[in-house]
């Protein structure tokens, strides 16, 4: 049994994430959107494939991102990850790392994509600006 991706959900996160009001990606979607639009489509379940399309160009990220992200797998994953040493699907009793070593990992990997993620919204508000200025 497949379980139902919810498009819009996954939208809002990603732009959120991204730190993109939903004013700002009304915007860049064309006249005919409007903020309430967008929140409308951040309640949708399912959004064709065009839409996804043009909204997975202006944040910058994979269609296949918005279809296939399953916040509630990943957070599973994650913490099965960390559950009394096992990894996933094997178990593993003597971790040949440090549980927190882990976490300062991913911490970092955390902060790296927040910094790309932020130069991403300095390059769109910069193309904003550029695009308001004409």
């Not at 994430?17 to 005919?32: D, R, S, T, V």
């Not at 839409?51 to 944040?59: M, T």
């Not at 932020?118 to 200025?133: S, V, Y």
Request: no cysteine.
């Amino acid at each position: 049994m497949s379980e139902k991706i919810h498009h819009g959900r996954n939208i809002k996160r990603f732009r959120e994430m991204m730190g993109i009001k939903q004013e700002a990606l009304a915007f860049e979607l064309g006249p005919e959107w409007s903020q309430k639009k967008i929140s409308l489509l951040e309640q949708r379940e399912e959004i064709e494939e065009e839409l996804l399309r043009q909204v997975g160009e202006i944040l910058q990220i994979p269609v296949e991102a918005i279809k296939k992200f399953d916040e509630e797998k990943a957070v599973n994953i994650i913490a099965n990850t960390f559950d009394n040493g096992s990894i996933l699907n094997g178990i593993n009793n003597n971790p040949t790392f440090h549980p927190i070593d882990k976490i300062i990992q991913l911490h970092e990997e955390k902060i790296a994509l927040y910094e790309r993620m932020l130069k991403e919204k300095d390059e769109m508000m910069a193309r904003l600006e550029k695009l308001l200025g004409k």
